[in-house]
Each structure stands twice: as structure tokens, then as C-alpha cells.
T-cell receptor, first 119, second 116 residues
Framework: DTGVSQNPRHKITKRGQNVTFRCDPI?????LYWYRQTLGQGPEFLTY????????KSRLLSDRFSAERPKGSFSTLEIQRTEQGDSAMYLC?????????????????FGPGTRLTVL | AQSVTQPDIHITVSEGASLELRCNYS??????LFWYVQSPGQGLQLLLK??????LVQGIKGFEAEFKRSQSSFNLRKPSVHWSDAAEYFC??????????????FGKGTHLIIQP
């Protein structure tokens, strides 16, 4: 399968614990995005990387959240001291961006998501 | 900041009937517009996108959408729905900040129910 993969698919944790999610993008894609989706809402942008550089962070990304993409391939999203409000589906997407801006190659391909439940 | 409004939370359509899902956006310039579909347990799948040019765009699965600048709308249409079209549909807007695409802003979605 050459799509975006995310692990784990489901995570149940207790309030106050730390959790880490992994995203493996499509192999040749240089951009990687993280979104959060709560019940009944559309996805909300959290952050994105171009190669290993984190270029933008939403104000939704509190200090308890940290994302990395150390080698420009897979990415991890860590949530420290989880709260019940962190319960959501965390989506990862990747794209290939040609220099110069938007192109048909900049379609974002989404993974199946990691569903987090904080008890 | 840009925003997207999908005024219909739920829509019920009979199988074989036509469909139109509404999307309005707010942005100071011409945005880049997308429609995604999300089925239970599946990732978001791109149906179609508008960057520039012809305001009527064709997508996959028989869907089309029309960009109307005067109405700030990008409504999704399908002439005849199938039971397999039952899903959640999201309209999204993206902007080009000059260095390429940033994150997308999504609407809250429209849940499509197909009646037999």
C-alpha cells in the first residue's frame, strides 16, 4: 500500500498521560500536515512540515503538543499531559509541492487517522 | 482569515435523485477550493478542486462543482446519487501564501443520507 499510514489507529489513555502518534507519508512527498477532527466538525489544521522544517503552527497547537519530522520522512505528534478535551481524530496528510506554489501535485492525501480517547 | 460555511448539516436524498451540497467561503482573494468525502473508517478523499480557469470543474465519482465568485460559493452537484454516496462531505479552502500551500480550512461538513 503506497498511501499515507498512521499508527496506532486507536489509542485510549488516562488523563495526564503522554501519547505519541506516527505518520508515514507517501514516500516522495515533501510536505506533511497534521489536522485534528472532533465529532461533528471538519478537520482543523494544526501544523505542517516541508521536508524536516516545521513551517507553520496553528494556535490550536498548545505547548503540550509537539510535532517532529526528523529526517523529512515520517512524523510524530506527541501530546503531553493529555486532557479530556484532546479526545479527537488526529489526521495526517502529505503532498508533493513543486517550487513556485500551488500545482496539481499539491493535492493533500489523507491517512485514516488515529482516534484518541482520553478517559 | 479565511472561513468556510456549509449550511446544511444533514441532507437526505432518494437514490437516483439529483444532489446539491452548498458551500460558501470567506476570503479576500480568490481561494483554492476543494471538496472531500469521508466515509466511516476511511480517510478523506479528494473529489475535486478549483484553482483557476473554467469555473465548472469535474471530479471523480460523477461529481462536479461550480465556482461562483459573485456569490462566494462552490456548490457540489451530482445528477443521480447512488447508495454508495452516503458519507460526510467537506468543503475546504486553501490559500497560497507565496511559499506554497498552507493548511486547509474545512467547513463543518454535510452528512448525506441516501433513501432507497
Amino acid at each position: 500500500d503506497t498511501g499515507v499510514s498512521q499508527n496506532p489507529r486507536h489509542k485510549i489513555t488516562k488523563r495526564g498521560q503522554n501519547v505519541t502518534f506516527r505518520c508515514d507519508p507517501i514516500s516522495e512527498h515533501n510536505r506533511l500536515y497534521w489536522y485534528r477532527q472532533t465529532l461533528g466538525q471538519g478537520p482543523e489544521f494544526l501544523t505542517y512540515f516541508q521536508n524536516e522544517a516545521q513551517l507553520e503552527k496553528s494556535r490550536l497547537l498548545s505547548d503540550r503538543f509537539s510535532a517532529e519530522r526528523p529526517k523529512g520522512s515520517f512524523s510524530t505528534l506527541e501530546i503531553q499531559r493529555t486532557e479530556q478535551g484532546d479526545s479527537a481524530m488526529y489526521l495526517c496528510a502529505s503532498s508533493f509541492l513543486l517550487a513556485g506554489g500551488w500545482s496539481s501535485y499539491n493535492e493533500q492525501f489523507f491517512g485514516p487517522g488515529t482516534r484518541l480517547t482520553v478517559l | 482569515a479565511q472561513s468556510v460555511t456549509q449550511p446544511d448539516i444533514h441532507i437526505t436524498v432518494s437514490e437516483g435523485a439529483s444532489l446539491e451540497l452548498r458551500c460558501n467561503y470567506s476570503y479576500g482573494a480568490t481561494p483554492y477550493l476543494f471538496w472531500y468525502v469521508q466515509s466511516p473508517g476511511q480517510g478523506l478523499q479528494l473529489l475535486l478542486k478549483y484553482f483557476s480557469g473554467d469555473t465548472l470543474v469535474q471530479g471523480i465519482k460523477g461529481f462536479e462543482a461550480e465556482f461562483k465568485r459573485s456569490q462566494s460559493s462552490f456548490n457540489l452537484r451530482k445528477p443521480s446519487v447512488h447508495w454508495s454516496d452516503a458519507a460526510e462531505y467537506f468543503c475546504a479552502v486553501g490559500i497560497n501564501s507565496g511559499g506554497g500551500a498552507d493548511g486547509l480550512t474545512f467547513g463543518k461538513g454535510t452528512h448525506l443520507i441516501i433513501q432507497p
